[in-house]
């Protein structure tokens, strides 16, 4: 069974740049999160889509943060502009449906640094 | 709001050592908990979970957890870690329908 998809794995930019990560979820997987994990913490979520709808986004910094999920499948996530304290790594996880007593499974994740 | 605590940030063990990580929460209604691990460079994954039932529960690798709910507990525990047990360790919980929460971690260093 294919993983949860991320690119870039790495990325490096510069403060005030834009960036956009990307997300493939495991086939028929309907929810995706978005987590930010901040060296030295646990993973926070920033964002839960159910298909292509938002459960749960009361954490995403809406200023700078936007994420999107058109077809319920893919999902990207885009900072704009970027700070030096969004640097951290990013991941994605997918599970079969929104609850509690669902397996959330991660991809590797993708780690900005922003200078 | 759910919040999780995980109250070692390091733990250093020689091989054969046995391993208690301790995780607290704070809900007071029905919650399923998660402990994730993650190995050096590679994505989290899932050691272990409760939803329900027996309050011991049994994971890969001859990890193991016990629901106490009357301390909003869930230890996690091994008899005898090995070398490839490093790693850093999540607890998480979701409670009625929200988000999965994260603990902060503990990053387990074996020594062979």
């Known amino acids: 069974e294919a993983g949860v998809a991320q690119s870039p794995r790495y990325k490096i930019i510069e403060k005030r740049q834009s960036v956009a990560f990307w997300c493939n979820p495991i086939?028929?997987?309907?929810?995706l999160y978005w987590y930010q994990q901040i060296l030295g913490q646990g993973p926070k979520l920033l964002i839960q889509?159910?298909?292509?709808?938002?459960?749960?986004d009361s954490q995403l910094p809406k200023d700078r943060f936007s994420a999107e999920r058109l077809k319920g499948v893919d999902s990207t996530l885009k900072i704009q502009p970027a700070k030096l304290e969004d640097s951290a790594v990013y991941l994605c996880?997918?599970?079969?449906?929104?609850?509690?007593?669902?397996?959330?499974?991660f991809g590797q994740g993708t780690r900005l640094t922003v200078v | 709001a759910q919040s999780v605590s995980q109250h070692n940030h390091h733990v250093i063990l020689s091989e054969a050592a046995s391993l208690e990580l301790g995780c607290n929460y704070s809900?007071?209604?029905?919650?399923?908990l998660f402990w994730y691990v993650q190995y050096p460079g590679q994505h989290l994954q899932l050691l272990l979970k409760?939803?329900?039932?027996?309050?011991l529960v049994k994971g890969i690798k001859g990890f193991e957890a016990e629901f106490i709910k009357s301390k909003f507990s869930f230890n996690l525990r091994k008899p005898s870690v090995q070398w490839s047990d490093t790693a850093e360790y999540f607890c998480?919980?979701?409670?009625?329908?929200?988000?999965?929460?994260f603990g902060g971690g503990t990053r387990l260093m074996v020594k062979p």
């Open positions: 086939s028929g997987h309907a929810t």
């Open positions: 889509f159910q298909n292509n709808g938002v459960v749960d």
């Open positions: 809900y007071g209604g029905t919650v399923n």
């Open positions: 409760y939803f329900s039932g027996d309050p």
């Open positions: 996880a997918s599970s079969l449906e929104t609850g509690g007593n669902t397996e959330a499974f």
């Open positions: 998480a919980v979701n409670a009625a329908g929200n988000m999965l929460t």
